[in-house]
């Protein structure tokens, strides 16, 4: 058991980029989560998968915002058209997807719009 | 819908002292319920959980009890240490585990 890694831990971009991150989940976990959380608040809820098939996405999730699963495996979350409010730490999390198993987080990706 | 409440912080106790973290939640169905902490500079990890009314979670002297006659799931230590300054989170899952909701965090910190 590695744990969730997630790359970059850092990103600094301009207003109007494109940025891509990275998620490796525990790589028996069936289930990968995307989740949003800025200074002094809670993880808010992006998206999330069940192997490759997303299954859920927040309505906070506006349409520059897109996630893939392609082989059930590693996840990838594109921010299109970056804005200032999108700066935050965008964290991943994996469970094994059976009963209610906890979620187990990466140390997230935190994400700088200047 | 499904929410958590939890204390405002920050919090600032004395070594060896006593510790509440108040955690209130609303729910459809029968939700599990769990405390994460996150430690300076490192991701969230589990602290404990509970996934059935009356369970009582425990980890590393804290624990909590899931009550859902007054739908609470506070967190308590008898003795705090320094090393447990951190930022703490009440989560509940939907019944299913599907989606998981968490509150606002708590800031300790523990001085010596």
């Known amino acids: 058991d590695t744990g969730v890694s997630q790359d970059p831990r850092h990103k600094i971009t301009k207003r109007g980029q494109n940025v891509t991150f990275r998620c490796d989940p525990i790589?028996?976990?069936?289930?990968l989560y995307w989740y949003r959380q800025t200074l002094g608040q809670g993880p808010e809820f992006l998206t999330y998968f069940q192997n490759e098939a997303q299954l859920e996405k927040s309505r906070l999730l506006s349409d520059r915002f897109s996630a893939e699963r392609p082989k059930g495996s590693f996840s990838t979350l594109e921010i299109q058209r970056t804005e200032q409010g999108d700066s935050a730490m965008y964290l991943c999390?994996?469970?094994?997807?059976?009963?209610?198993?906890?979620?187990?987080f990466g140390n997230g990706t935190r994400l700088t719009v200047t | 819908g499904n929410s958590v409440t939890q204390m405002e912080g920050p919090v600032t106790l004395s070594e060896e002292a006593f510790l509440t973290i108040n955690c209130t939640y609303t729910?459809?169905?029968?939700?599990?319920l769990f405390w994460y902490v996150q430690y300076p500079g490192e991701g969230l990890q589990l602290l404990l959980k509970a996934t059935k009314a009356d369970d009582k979670g425990s980890n590393k002297g804290f624990e909590a009890t899931y009550r859902k006659e007054t739908t609470s799931f506070h967190l308590e230590k008898g003795s705090v240490q320094v090393s447990d300054s951190a930022v703490y989170f009440c989560?509940?899952?939907?019944?299913?585990?599907?989606?998981?909701?968490f509150g606002t965090g708590t800031s300790l910190t523990v001085i010596p």
């Open positions: 999390a994996s469970s094994p997807g059976t009963d209610v198993g906890p979620l187990h």
């Open positions: 729910a459809t169905g029968y939700p599990s």
């Open positions: 790589s028996e976990h069936n289930r």
């Open positions: 989560a509940l899952s939907d019944t299913a585990g599907n989606q998981f909701y």
